[in-house]
């Protein structure tokens, strides 16, 4: 099988398949929030965003695309590399939000609440096969 390009919207439809699949609304204590991320600096010389919504802990949206992206609860704002590594479970998103490496604007009580929720979407994409 061939490796899917960060990103694309073939990276997202596998992400949001496994998502689906992967993330149960007891898995994910039937949260109901949204998060669009910002990626700055990309190989491309665009900005990209990836948006993730939850609605009783179902997954409702799960998106890629150029710009800045739907509105999310959270907004969170990285360099490409940042968010590459965050992807390839490199480096943990609260490491990564503790050390200033992402920008996040939203409540962060409730986003440090998220983040172990956050982090089994993350696990969940870095096991899919991708060229960054």
Do not use: Q
């Not at 496994?18 to 010389?45: F, Q, W």
């Not at 050390?99 to 996040?104: A, D, E, H, P, V």
Request: with cysteine.
């Amino acid at each position: 099988m061939a490796n899917f390009l960060y990103l694309s919207p073939e990276w997202a439809e596998e992400g949001h398949k496994r998502a689906v699949a992967e993330l149960t609304p007891e898995k994910l204590h039937h949260v109901t929030s949204s998060m669009t991320n910002i990626y700055k600096n990309c190989p491309d010389g665009k900005e990209h965003y990836f948006h993730v919504a939850f609605e009783d802990g179902k997954v409702k949206a799960f998106e890629t695309g150029e710009g800045e992206g739907p509105k999310g609860e959270f907004k969170i704002i990285a360099d490409y590399e940042t968010f590459a590594k965050i992807s390839r479970a490199e480096l943990g998103a609260v490491r990564a939000l503790t050390s200033r490496k992402l920008t996040l604007r939203g409540n962060m009580a409730k986003a440090l609440r998220l983040a172990p929720l956050v982090d089994k979407l993350n696990k969940i994409l870095a096991g899919i096969p991708t060229d960054f």
